[in-house]
C-alpha cells in the first residue's frame, strides 16, 4: 500500500510559478513510475507528467512541454512538478499517481487526494 500526499497548490498569476510535491510512504517508492494528473471543473483528469520508475525518463503532455518539469528524489520519496510560465487554462485539481514498475499514462495503483492551483489573470 502507497500513501501519497500533494502540496505546494495556490492561487498565482499568469506567468508566475508554482513547485508541487508529492510525498510518499513506503519503501518501494523507487519501483513506481510517478505521475502527474490533474483535473479542471467539468472535465476528465487529463495526464501532465510522468517520470519512470527505471531509467526517470520523463514524458509530457503536449500543453505542458515547455513550460512544467517532473523530478523525483528517491532518497526522500518524494516527486515534484516544477510549473513555469502559468496560464489560467492550468487551474485545475492536480493529483500524483503512482505505478508499479509499468510507464504510462494510465492504470496508475495509487492515487493522491490532489491539491488545488488556480491562475488568474
Known amino acids: 500500500q502507497v500513501q501519497l500526499v500533494e502540496s505546494g497548490g495556490g492561487l498565482v498569476q499568469a506567468g508566475g510559478s508554482l513547485r508541487l510535491s508529492c510525498a510518499a510512504s513506503g519503501r518501494t517508492f523507487s519501483s513506481y513510475t510517478m505521475g502527474w494528473f490533474r483535473q479542471a471543473p467539468g472535465k476528465d483528469r487529463d495526464f501532465v507528467a510522468l517520470i519512470s520508475w527505471s531509467d526517470g525518463r520523463t514524458s509530457y503532455a503536449d500543453s505542458v512541454k515547455g513550460r512544467f518539469t517532473i523530478s523525483r528524489d528517491n532518497a526522500k520519496n518524494t516527486v515534484y512538478l516544477q510549473m513555469n510560465s502559468l496560464k489560467s487554462e492550468d487551474t485545475a485539481v492536480y493529483y500524483c499517481?503512482?505505478?508499479?514498475?509499468?510507464?504510462?499514462?494510465?492504470?496508475?495503483?495509487?492515487w493522491g487526494q490532489g491539491t488545488q492551483v488556480t491562475v488568474s489573470s
Open positions: 499517481a503512482a505505478a508499479w514498475r509499468r510507464v504510462g499514462t494510465r492504470n496508475y495503483d495509487y
